[in-house]
């Protein structure tokens, strides 16, 4: 699948700005959230098909494979097989279902057999195999955009890193590319010569070696660089230092979405709405399939006092990622806000099911489903959410306050 290609963003304060746009629901929900194929569509491969092979065996084939990539990790095998001819490529895709997502390996098992003939390489299809797992495992199929160079060379890390642990030499991992041009390359898809650098990589690190090709800077370590500085922002409790580490995980990634957003959340903190609406904007219409990007932005649109276009945005992420307990939660404050106290208890009791990361976000979803259920006089029945929520988190305020409003 190939993606846009994005530029660094110059940030030029602009009153007028085009805002992202809404999803149209009417879109069946079973449709392809992700695909990351091996072979770039351009490729023009019309290989003779491998004879006496079935689906079913096909799919048994692949699964053992799988399950040798997978005791590497330590990691269960979760993953859905789709044998299928005429392919011609393998795949790491992500499928929407009713309550999330399922990750898929598609493949074409001729045309992989078809391309092992043409490497001479014993290694070959377990190559592509791994690196297409390297896709689920660093979360690209979870971003919503295809491939990309940085995403490549990430999943070759992984494949070099089980071939070298299964036993591959690092002339037979490298040469899962030997069949690639030396020079151009499709603008979603390294050259060779990057994608043997990042098999070595990935073979050094089983390997125990760190050469100082694999400590210098890349693609791969920049983005591992900004992830940890966003981890960090959201860590801290003041605004200030929030944006300290913000800004350095964007020093190492300019068109970092994530980071962005988060910018966005830290100037809504700062009560700046103009600018955390900018950069949350700007995020989400750079990864336009993200449902945390979609929710950001309804929060900060939410702390400028928009409470309809906030639940829009808030819908938006829940569409996008069904299995969403903060963006339920979410809603269920904007509902409470706009006096609708049954659909707010509704979105609640989604998220309680769902079940939230942490006991303050917990107690938060309990707060706010009993608020919904004192103010439709159920008084006596949301003493339980109450205080299940006052145990959680004891230092909130926001029962205490409720409550003495209402006597």
């Not at 992989?112 to 390297?134: C, D, P, S």
């Not at 694999?214 to 370590?221: I, P, R, V």
């Amino acid at each position: 699948m190939k993606s846009l290609l994005f530029p660094v963003l110059l940030f030029i304060a602009c009153n007028i700005q085009a805002q992202v746009k809404h999803i149209d629901k009417t879109i069946t929900s079973t449709q392809v959230n992700f695909a990351c194929n091996f072979f770039d569509n351009s490729v023009q491969y019309i290989p003779p098909p491998a004879e006496g092979i079935s689906d079913a065996d096909a799919e048994k084939w692949m699964r053992g494979m799988i399950n040798k990539i997978m005791d590497v990790t330590g990691l269960q095998n979760r993953y859905q097989l789709k044998a299928m001819k005429d392919f011609n490529n393998c795949s790491a895709v992500c499928l929407n279902n009713n309550i999330g997502q399922e990750r898929f390996i598609q493949f074409d098992k001729a045309f992989l057999e078809t391309f092992q003939k043409r490497t001479n390489n014993r290694w070959f299809v377990f190559g592509v195999l791994a690196h297409e797992i390297g896709h689920h495992l660093n979360g690209h199929t979870l971003e919503g955009i295809g491939s990309r160079p940085n995403k490549e060379i990430e999943a070759d890390e992984f494949a070099g890193f089980v071939m070298k642990k299964l036993g591959a030499t690092l002339q037979e991992a490298q040469g899962i590319f030997s069949f690639l041009n030396a020079t151009d390359g499709p603008p979603t898809h390294p050259v060779r010569a990057k994608r043997y650098a990042a098999i070595k990589r990935g073979w050094d690190k089983a390997s125990g070696v760190h050469s100082l090709e694999t400590l210098s800077f890349n693609d791969a370590d920049n983005k591992q660089f900004a992830y940890r500085n966003l981890v960090l922002a959201r860590k801290q409790f003041g605004a200030d230092a929030k944006m300290i580490y913000i800004n350095k995980a964007l020093e190492f990634v300019p068109d970092y979405p994530e980071a962005l957003s988060e910018k966005g959340l830290v100037f809504a903190e700062m009560r700046q709405y103009d600018s955390a609406v900018y950069y949350c904007n700007e995020a989400a219409k750079m990864e336009t399939e993200m449902g945390l990007l979609r929710l950001n932005l309804a929060k900060v649109l939410y702390k400028s006092g928009d409470l309809d276009n906030a639940l829009l945005y808030a819908n938006d992420a829940i569409y996008l990622k069904q299995a969403f307990a903060a963006a339920y939660a979410f809603k269920g404050l904007l509902l409470l806000d706009k006096k609708e106290y049954a659909e707010a208890e509704k979105s609640c009791d989604v998220a309680l099911a769902i079940r939230a990361d942490t006991k303050f976000e917990l107690a938060d979803i309990l707060e706010t489903k009993a608020i919904a259920m004192y103010e439709q006089g159920r008084q006596n029945e949301s003493k339980e959410y109450f205080d299940a929520a006052k145990e959680l988190n004891p230092y909130s305020l926001r029962i205490g306050s409720y409550l003495k409003s209402k006597k």
